[in-house]
C-alpha cells in the first residue's frame, strides 16, 4: 500500500529576536501622519505601504529575504526567478478589532510578523482551500482534527513570530480580545526574473 499527500499547503513559521520596541514606536508615529482604512480590516487602522528603505525595517525585511529563500527551494523555483518584497504595510488592531476573510491577488507570497501580540490578541486563521471538504466531511465524523480533515488551520500570534504562506490561501484574524493594540506587519513578494 502506498499513503501520500497530494495537494499541500506550505506554511513557514519562526520566532526571531528583533527590536520590537522601535517598530512599533515607528508604526504609531507613522499612523499620526494619516491613515486609509483597509477593506478587510474592521476597526484597525494602517496607513499606505510604509517605505522599505526605512532603517528600523531592515532586520526584518533581511529575515523575510531569507525565509523566502527556504520557500523557494522547498517548491523546486526555477533559478532564473526570485522572490522580492514589494509591499509592507502595518496594522493597529484595537480591542474587538478583526480582519475578515480575504486573499492577497497579485501577490505570490504573503506574510506576517508580529511586533505586539499579547494573549487572547485574536488567532490567524487559514481556510482549507478545498470548497467543499465541509459538505463532504463534517467535524461530527472525525475523533479529532488532522491536517487531512480540517476545515481551518489555527496559528496564535507572539510577539516576534513570523508567518509565510502562499498569497491565494485565504485567511482571516479572529477579533482581538485582549485590551492591549495587536500590531502586526503584513507583506507581499512577487516572483520576479533575475537579471543575468
Known amino acids: 500500500m502506498i499513503e501520500q499527500e497530494i495537494f499541500p499547503?506550505?506554511?513557514?513559521?519562526?520566532?526571531?529576536?528583533?527590536?520590537?520596541?522601535?517598530?512599533?514606536?515607528y508604526a504609531y508615529e507613522t499612523r499620526k501622519k494619516g491613515h486609509i482604512r483597509d477593506n478587510s480590516n474592521i476597526g484597525g487602522q494602517h496607513p499606505i505601504n510604509v517605505d522599505l528603505e526605512e532603517p528600523v525595517l531592515q532586520p526584518l525585511i533581511k529575515y523575510i529575504t531569507k525565509m523566502s529563500y527556504v520557500y523557494s527551494k522547498k517548491l523546486l523555483i526555477d533559478k532564473k526567478y526570485v522572490l522580492a518584497i514589494v509591499s509592507m504595510w502595518?496594522?493597529?488592531?484595537?480591542?474587538?478589532?478583526y480582519i475578515i476573510?480575504?486573499?492577497?491577488?497579485?501577490?505570490?507570497?504573503?506574510?506576517?510578523?508580529?511586533?505586539?501580540?499579547?494573549?487572547?490578541?485574536?488567532?490567524?486563521?487559514?481556510?482549507n482551500p478545498n470548497p467543499r471538504l465541509e459538505s463532504y466531511w463534517r467535524p461530527k465524523y472525525f475523533r479529532t482534527n488532522t491536517p487531512?480533515?480540517?476545515?481551518?488551520?489555527?496559528?496564535?500570534?507572539?510577539t516576534n513570530g513570523i508567518i509565510m504562506f502562499p498569497s491565494w490561501l485565504e485567511h482571516y484574524v479572529e477579533h482581538n480580545e485582549n485590551k492591549e493594540d495587536r500590531i502586526a506587519w503584513s507583506f507581499n513578494l512577487e516572483l520576479t526574473q533575475e537579471d543575468k
Open 9 to 25: 499547503t506550505l506554511i513557514l513559521e519562526d520566532n526571531l529576536d528583533l527590536n520590537v520596541k522601535a517598530m512599533n514606536d
Open 90 to 97: 502595518f496594522i493597529i488592531n484595537n480591542h474587538r478589532d
Open 101 to 127: 476573510l480575504h486573499t492577497h491577488p497579485g501577490a505570490y507570497l504573503s506574510g506576517v510578523f508580529y511586533s505586539r501580540a499579547s494573549v487572547g490578541c485574536g488567532k490567524l486563521v487559514f481556510k
Open 148 to 158: 487531512c480533515n480540517d476545515a481551518v488551520s489555527y496559528v496564535k500570534p507572539q
